[in-house]
């Protein structure tokens, strides 16, 4: 039976609720059947430890619903955040962790065997039945202090001696920064660290349009940002919300896109199983496995940044043949901002004038109905609308007929 702790030793449940509640949201009890209800229980609890601020619930005929309520223009700072630092910790962790800074505080130089030493005969005496712990625990404990920067080591003949490693940053000069920093990278978790060495309370920014959801992914990015940097082949766990199950894929990742709409993520990369480059949203990868290093890596790149020279949305269609779009519309004097729009969010399309209230916009994508959602928005301007992909005209048009047959017309 499992039992409940705030604490966690694995980030990867404490995501998954998390997304539950927040990012797909209004889930009863009942809805977590495939976990034990016990889990359900000792998870919400956990992130209400977390976030107790921002959640909330609502009756309705279906039971009481959870779900985290976060207005982004609000809040100084990202709350999901908070997960990352309530790792979980042993006894010995604890208690080495206070033992090992206290020895070294004063700048001294010692090995693994002397601070081992001073433990068992300076700090442990003081207790009846004391858990000595032995050399090789104290020695992977400094080298993991080391890896973290906290300690630094340095040879000595054949001594591996370890010291405070003292830092003359001054991080309170660069708290705007690091504020800035943490709400706005890929890797804000780093920023927001940071700043809890630092006394501040944000008064400068405030974020009209902040995706924080994507603190969740942190991990994922950063594992993906690397494996790119190395130009290797990994294995990624896919979880898609009308599979069955987890679907694991060879795959080489390529780019990391953003959507200038929503903020979702999406890690492009070839896919083995198709033999074509796809889009796969972050935030259903479970994990990344590195395997090998990719010999065509470069070619693989290059073939999908000539793909985003004709990308609309997270679709790449085919990725083989291109489809044209062409829309003429009527725009009077006093709405050049329609315009000024189009010559902002059209991307790669050509605005050209027919006269002095008409435009046609052109355009060449791989997947043109992923552009309906922004054609629908100039209805009412539209005077014709042609597309090598006659689907996307017709579902334009029965959109049309639909909101006729609603509101008359």
């Known amino acids: 039976m499992s039992e409940y702790s705030e604490l966690i030793k694995k980030f990867d449940k404490i995501r998954d609720y998390m997304r539950d509640f927040y990012v797909y949201g209004f889930k009863s009890r009942e809805d977590f059947n495939k976990k034990s209800l016990r889990s ?35 809040i100084p700072s990202n709350p999901f955040y908070r997960a990352f ?5 042993t006894k010995n962790d604890i208690t080495l962790n206070f033992l090992i800074l206290d020895i070294l505080f004063d700048g001294k130089l010692l090995s693994a065997t002397e601070i081992a030493d001073i433990i068992t005969v300076e700090y442990l005496k003081a207790f009846e039945n004391p858990t000595i712990p032995d050399i090789s625990t104290i020695r992977k404990k ?74 969740l992914e942190s991990e994922i990015v950063y594992e993906l ?3 790119m940097h190395m130009k290797k082949t990994i294995q990624i766990v896919n979880h898609g919300p009308r599979s069955r199950g987890d679907t694991t894929l060879l795959v080489v990742p390529l780019k ?19 033999k074509d480059i796809m889009n796969f949203r972050i935030d259903y990868i479970k994990s990344v496995k590195p ?13 999908l940044c000539k ?3 004709h990308t609309w949305g997270a679709s790449f269609g085919k990725g083989r043949n291109l489809e044209h779009l062409s829309m003429t519309l009527n725009v009077p004097h006093n709405e050049r901002f329609i315009v000024n729009r189009i010559e902002r969010e059209g991307r790669f399309g050509i605005l050209t004038r027919i006269d002095e209230t008409t435009y046609r916009y052109d355009i060449d994508v791989y997947d043109a109905s992923e552009m309906i959602p922004w054609l629908r928005t100039f209805i009412g301007r539209i005077i014709s609308l042609e597309c090598d992909k006659r689907s996307v005209v017709d579902t334009f048009n029965s959109d049309l007929d639909e909101l006729f047959n609603m509101y008359g017309g």
């Open 40 to 74: 359900y229980d000792n998870e919400k609890r956990r992130i209400e430890s977390y976030l107790s601020d921002f959640m909330s619930f609502r009756q309705d005929e279906n039971g009481k619903s959870v779900f985290l309520s976060v207005d982004s223009s609000d």
């Open 85 to 89: 630092k309530a790792k979980s910790f």
């Open 142 to 215: 400094l080298l993991e202090y080391v890896s973290l920067g906290i300690l630094k080591k340095e040879k000595q003949g054949k001594k591996l001696l370890f010291s405070i490693n003292n830092s003359d940053v001054n991080l309170n000069c660069i708290c705007d920064a690091l504020i800035y920093f943490s709400e706005v990278s890929e890797l804000g978790i780093i920023g927001s660290t940071l700043l809890d060495k630092c006394n501040y309370d944000n008064h400068i920014f405030a974020f009209k349009h902040n995706y924080i959801m994507h603190a």
């Open 225 to 227: 940002l690397e494996t």
């Open 256 to 274: 990391i896109l953003i959507s200038v709409q929503g903020g979702r993520r999406y890690l492009s990369a070839y896919d083995f199983r198709t």
């Open 291 to 303: 395997i090998s290093n990719c010999k065509e890596y470069d070619k693989y790149l290059e073939r």
């Open 307 to 309: 793909i985003l020279c």
